[in-house]
């Protein structure tokens, strides 16, 4: 079915700053951990709205993004119409981007667990929780003279998550849910506003290198 959504985008890691898998497609330890999480500001799919929905995403891949075998644990903020239309995007029954790749990596999933999620939209000082299962608090990078915030973006011309985003850090970072467990503070996050639709699309063999 066709779909399409606008929202805030949320994404931190346990890489180094910037994260080595938007160069060269592999994490700075030798495993990814992250998470994606969005905040639907606009978005539909086959006449249901979407505005307001919200998603996290949590995975451990055991390698690189691309080398597949990750763990996912998924939450959903919605209402039963969003909660079932977000589903079928997020595995890909609705193909697009950026989850027809990303959920091609997947080979467990946790969930999806239809909790509330609580997000504090402040750029890259945003805080997302998700009761005592998931919390992020963002943090931005400071001038180490003046201590005036210091904006630093990673753009991704072909990029299928995003195309610009801004970076900064993580103070907490950490997620407990069936399995799904770890805690990264003081590491890479982003922060961007993203526009995903059943229309973007990209083969699988694609994405190496592009995370």
Not at 69 to 96: C, H, M, W
Not at 125 to 131: H, I, K, P, T
Request: aromatic share 10%.
């Amino acid at each position: 079915m066709a779909w399409h959504l606008k929202a805030k985008y949320y994404e931190a890691c346990n890489c180094d700053f910037g994260c080595p898998c938007n160069m060269n497609g592999f994490p700075t330890y030798g495993k990814c951990e992250g998470t994606l999480a969005f905040d639907i500001r606009e978005g539909q799919r086959e006449g249901v709205d979407l505005t307001g929905a919200k998603v996290v995403g949590s995975v451990k891949w055991p390698g690189a993004i691309h080398e597949g075998n990750g763990k996912l644990a998924v939450f959903i903020d919605g209402n039963q119409q969003q909660q079932e239309a977000l589903v079928a995007i997020l595995t890909a029954q609705d193909p697009g981007l950026p989850w027809e790749i990303l959920a091609a990596t997947i080979s467990d999933i946790s969930g999806p667990f239809f909790e509330k999620i609580d997000i504090q939209d402040k750029g890259t000082d945003s805080q997302l929780r998700v009761g005592d299962k998931f919390e992020l608090k963002m943090q931005t990078f400071t001038n180490p003279v003046t201590g005036a915030p210091h904006e630093v973006h990673t753009v991704l011309p072909d990029g299928f998550i995003f195309t610009d985003a801004r970076i900064c850090t993580t103070s907490v970072h950490k997620v407990n849910a069936d399995g799904v467990t770890f805690d990264h503070p003081g590491k890479n996050a982003y922060y961007s506003e993203v526009e995903w639709s059943s229309e973007n699309r990209m083969a699988p063999g694609e994405a190496a290198g592009r995370f």
